[in-house]
């Protein structure tokens, strides 16, 4: 079994910083695909980046040159370096981990991100 922990959200005024972790643990395979979602007050989940193994990284549109997704894989973490934060980045960010022949997914269980203006 996997299991996935976010820390780091909060309150934070709009121009402000937060870093974001999420700490994988259990059976984790050397190749997979980590990634943060967020999904905001009555509206889907979206993408915001996800990072491989071999540490190529996307990114949505809107957070591009905000938002940097880093990992350390011998501690099994991802991170979310959230910068230049707006009002309409508040959400809840879920990590995201991808992996196994069938692209077995699993989510953390979300940390909250306030901006406010």
């Known amino acids: 079994q996997v299991q996935l922990v976010e820390s780091g959200g909060g309150l934070v005024q709009a121009g402000g910083s937060l870093r974001l972790s999420c700490a994988a643990s259990?059976?984790?395979?050397?190749?997979?695909?980590m990634g943060w979602h967020r999904q905001a007050p009555g509206k889907q989940r979206e993408l915001v980046a996800t990072?491989?193994?071999?540490?190529?990284?996307k990114y949505e549109d809107s957070v591009k040159g905000r938002f940097t997704i880093s990992r350390d894989n011998a501690k099994k973490t991802v991170f979310l370096q959230v910068n230049s934060l707006k009002p309409e980045d508040t959400a809840v960010y879920y990590c995201?981990?991808?992996?196994?022949?069938?692209?077995?997914?699993?989510w953390g269980k979300g940390t909250l991100v306030t901006v406010s203006s």
């Open positions: 995201n981990l991808e992996q196994g022949p069938y692209g077995t997914q699993y």
């Open positions: 259990g059976s984790i395979f050397s190749a997979n695909a």
């Open positions: 990072i491989t193994s071999g540490g190529s990284t």
